[in-house]
């Protein structure tokens, strides 16, 4: 009867995401940036859940959200995050930490259980003031310079100010215990449109990918949009334009089956509809979980904007600002999802990688670490359309709460 | 002994040019917003000179300088504007303005001529609040709700805090009077090449070209860039880098052998790094002097866009912004340039159309206009590098006072 092992309601599972849909809403998403006012009120929400859930909530001096059990036996770590990019989807973060809460609530009280599931919510994954601010202060991996340096990518605004503004400046920030914890398990939705396609359930998270960020520049000639000849231009913007439409005529050849590439953003300088733009600049990213394809991609762009240069009109630069590492997920937490997942899912999983970055990357440093995921109805994600039927959203919770089950049994 | 009879002051030119070039000085240009501080500080430089030009000054409610005579006999008008495009070059708009002074200082104080030169600079010739306001509101085609919707490009301020900011709000605005005046004349700098390719000093401006500037819309769908493959991205940043060079391929065999085209500025939304962009725009101009030239290219630009949305990844839309109609320069203008051009050039002059808009176009909407240029080393424009070497500058003024005299005899 596995059913009732789990004990996991559903109905309470799809309240709760709702309850934090309604906190921030936009449209048929949520907008809920970093230390805005409705990301604190989900944090505080979430706090105010843990007591239900036999652990004691605290809000650390970087924004995280910990509940820890003071129940006896192995801890299981378990959550994702609240906050959401820049009007975007509802379940993008929620959906791990509303599990992590459930499995906390059905483990937690069980008395045939030893352990406990412990419960996180990373700050600021999605990056608005950095990279995996939250995670990474809790694995000891951000220093107070770090944070100083730290910025609002939209406003400009320092995480030191915004820190203050919401109250948290001079809170200590909570760390890993060594050996307190047996690892850590995220679930998250997939974003993309694999398991829909395949109609399955969930998705055994492999590996993460590493992320590869570079700034391409370009440098011409800023000139008179009127009276400068066509023959004698040196348009950076045009030369931008070109690198990008060759990125995507060359690479196809060159790459993964999963190699993802994408230019997300674009500046001319002056940018004014009169001037020849003299300076262009686009950000440029490439995702793989082989570092070696990576490699030939990043050589294959050098030699682009080699040959882009010696044409002599437009000069071009490519410069590596963020260099991932594929994180490897833990085997045994990948044997322990499938078999939760034939239980409660009918078997319908199939292991692979994640395309996105995620906070058991930086957890994975730590400690064993495992994602599942969920379907994304037609693969869209960061924007305000993200979603899952309710029916996979709750068979994804039972897989999660029996793979907790299971890691703490074994 | 044509040299007597202008009584031109090189020198002096030089050294008034010079000391517009100190006030907003920027590397080796200036940077001299419309309403900023060392504009309005030049304005009043310049209102300072008129005098003894035998002009009184007025700076009126739009921020036009304005000299006026009250000597007997036809008045010549004679001008061009003192802001700069942000961080640009020193001569584009005084060069005009000084040439205009030294006429003024040269022709109002002799005794063998009859009549007078006026002196005008318009404000914001360069548009940071708008097109040509301060020329449009003098020839009468400029509104109260036009000032009331003008706001600057760059900081957003409107154009109604900006004149009480500068102690200019509540002035009249002054407006041409009919008949006053036999005509306007306008020096600039070429802004292009073709001057110093030929080795020619003067150029005989026959039309200004029309302006028309488009506003292309694409729209795919945002979405995350780790997560969503590739073959089924609908990435409209790509979309738009696409078009942009399929512009650059098929113009050439489209435009006439003058057209120039640009796009000046481009804008992905939401414009991060890990997001697919959904919607990507770009700020496109065409400039030539045959409008049926332009009627084609816009013709293929938008048989450009229905096949680009035909094929079902991305849609896009093609607004036209702003269509401008070649200025005539007057024939009778014309030939004095060309006469004058024979007494101090050496007959070094070429008739060409101007590529680059100028007050003259509006000036001609109400009375006879004409343009005169000199040549730009490079080619080089809005650009801190944009220069013209001292005897060029010396030999302009002189080409420009002379015709002057001419029009003022005729």
Request: proline fraction near 5%; include cysteine.
């Amino acid at each position: 009867m596995p059913q009732t092992l789990s004990r996991v309601d559903g109905d309470r599972v799809l309240a709760d995401l709702h309850a934090l849909r309604a906190i921030g809403a936009y449209k048929t998403g949520v907008h809920k940036p970093t230390f805005s006012e409705p990301h604190m009120r989900s944090l505080r929400w979430l706090a105010d859940q843990l007591p239900d859930a036999g652990l004691d909530a605290t809000i650390d001096g970087i924004g995280n959200v910990l509940g820890s059990s003071s129940r006896p036996g192995p801890k299981l770590l378990a959550g994702s995050h609240l906050e959401s990019q820049n009007y975007a989807g509802w379940l993008d973060g929620p959906l791990g930490v509303i599990y992590a809460l459930e499995a906390a609530r059905v483990i937690n009280c069980d008395p045939d259980v030893h352990g406990a599931v412990e419960v996180a919510a990373w700050c600021d994954e999605e990056g608005h003031f950095g990279h995996f601010l939250g995670s990474r202060s809790w694995v000891g991996a951000l220093t107070e310079a770090d944070i100083d340096a730290a910025r609002d990518r939209s406003s400009g605004r320092t995480m030191r100010e915004a820190l203050r503004d919401v109250g948290l400046a001079g809170r200590p920030r909570l760390t890993v215990e060594r050996g307190r914890h047996i690892g850590y398990l995220e679930a998250h939705i997939e974003q993309g449109d694999r398991l829909e396609r395949s109609a399955l359930a969930i998705g055994v998270v492999t590996s993460i990918v590493g992320i590869w960020q570079y700034r391409i520049s370009f440098t011409g000639e800023q000139n008179h949009a009127g009276t400068t000849r066509m023959a004698i231009r040196k348009d950076a913007g045009l030369a931008l334009a070109r690198f990008c439409v060759a990125i995507d005529d060359r690479f196809p050849a060159l790459c993964g089956p999963r190699t993802v590439w994408t230019t997300g953003r674009i500046t001319l300088d002056p940018g004014a509809p009169s001037i020849i733009p003299g300076l262009a600049e686009m950000l440029f990213q490439i995702r793989d979980d082989d570092p070696a394809v990576i490699e030939g991609l990043e050589q294959t762009l050098r030699t682009m904007a080699a040959e882009v240069t010696a044409q002599g009109r437009c000069s071009v630069t490519v410069e590596r600002l963020r260099t991932g590492t594929p994180a490897g997920m833990n085997a045994g937490f990948q044997d322990a999802i499938e078999a939760a997942s034939v239980a409660f899912a009918g078997g319908r999983s199939m292991r692979m990688p994640s395309a996105a970055g995620h906070d058991a990357q930086i957890l994975s440093t730590v400690m064993p670490a495992g994602m599942l995921f969920v379907p994304s109805i037609g693969g869209i994600s960061h924007h305000v359309l993200e979603n899952t039927c309710d029916a996979d959203i709750v068979t994804g919770a039972q897989v999660f709460v029996e793979t907790c089950r299971r890691l703490l049994e074994e």
